[in-house]
Every structure is written in structure tokens, then in C-alpha cells.
């Protein structure tokens, strides 16, 4: 007999239905649902192709939101890290470094400064 067990625990997900996490299972329904609405929405003003074409349009973000992991983040965790990065803290970024052995050698100096001046 043997028993699977993840090797990294924090990487465990359980399964609902037919091998889906929960997330992805309700991302695949709401895909259906809004494929079905585009559908006959669409159908009778734009046609059938057309509709077909904006059923896939439609529901591929949102099937693809249940399934999207980058670096360990689900698309919404994502999302806002790329608009904070990339919208709110925007623009140039100033990097100055600091060159501690010149800050102490130049303690150093005034340090003999000051020493010479207290000696005469």
C-alpha cells in the first residue's frame, strides 16, 4: 500500500470536482454562464458565428483567472502587484549608493584634523 504525500505541504490543494480546486471549478462555471449569455444574447443581432466568436472572446479570461498562477500569485494578487509596481509607484526610481569606506576614511581624517588642531 502506498500513500501520496506532497513534498511540499504549502503546495496541497484539495479537489472538488473532477480534479478542479474550488477556484478553478467556479471559474470554469462562470465561463460556461457567460459563454451561454454571449451566446444567445449575440445570436439573434450579430449571428451565429460571429456570437460563437464572442463566446470564446468572453469567456476565456475568466476560465483562464481559475487557472493562472505566476510566481505563486493568483491573477487578482497579480494584477494588483503589476498596477502598483507599474501604475501607483511608477516613474524613476533614484538608487544612490554609499561608499561606507569613504564615510569611515573620512572620519579618520577629521578625527586627525581635529587632533592636530588640539595638539599646538
Same mark, same amino acid.
Given at each position: ?5 506532497? %513534498?511540499? @505541504?504549502?503546495?496541497?490543494? &484539495?479537489?472538488?470536482?473532477?480534479? =478542479? ?10 465561463? @460556461? =454562464?457567460?459563454?451561454? !449569455? ?7 443581432? @450579430?449571428? %451565429? ?7 470564446? @472572446? !468572453? ?16 491573477? &487578482? ?8 509596481? &507599474?501604475?501607483?509607484?511608477? !516613474? ?5 549608493? &554609499? ?12 578625527? %586627525? ?8
Amino acid at each position: 500500500m502506498e500513500i501520496k504525500i506532497c %513534498k511540499d @505541504v504549502r503546495e496541497y490543494r &484539495e479537489s472538488v470536482f473532477f480534479g =478542479l480546486t474550488l477556484r478553478q471549478f467556479a471559474c470554469s462555471i462562470g465561463a @460556461v =454562464l457567460i459563454a451561454v !449569455g454571449l451566446y444567445f444574447g449575440l445570436k439573434s443581432t @450579430v449571428g %451565429k458565428e460571429i456570437a460563437s466568436w464572442a463566446c470564446i @472572446v !468572453g469567456a476565456a479570461p475568466v476560465a483562464i483567472a481559475g487557472f493562472f498562477k505566476y510566481n505563486g500569485l493568483t491573477v &487578482e494578487r497579480f494584477i494588483g502587484a503589476w498596477f502598483k509596481s &507599474e501604475v501607483r509607484r511608477a !516613474g524613476q526610481r533614484l538608487w544612490k549608493g &554609499e561608499n561606507y569606506y569613504l564615510e569611515i576614511w573620512r572620519m579618520i581624517q577629521n578625527a %586627525k584634523n581635529t587632533k592636530k588642531q588640539f595638539n599646538k
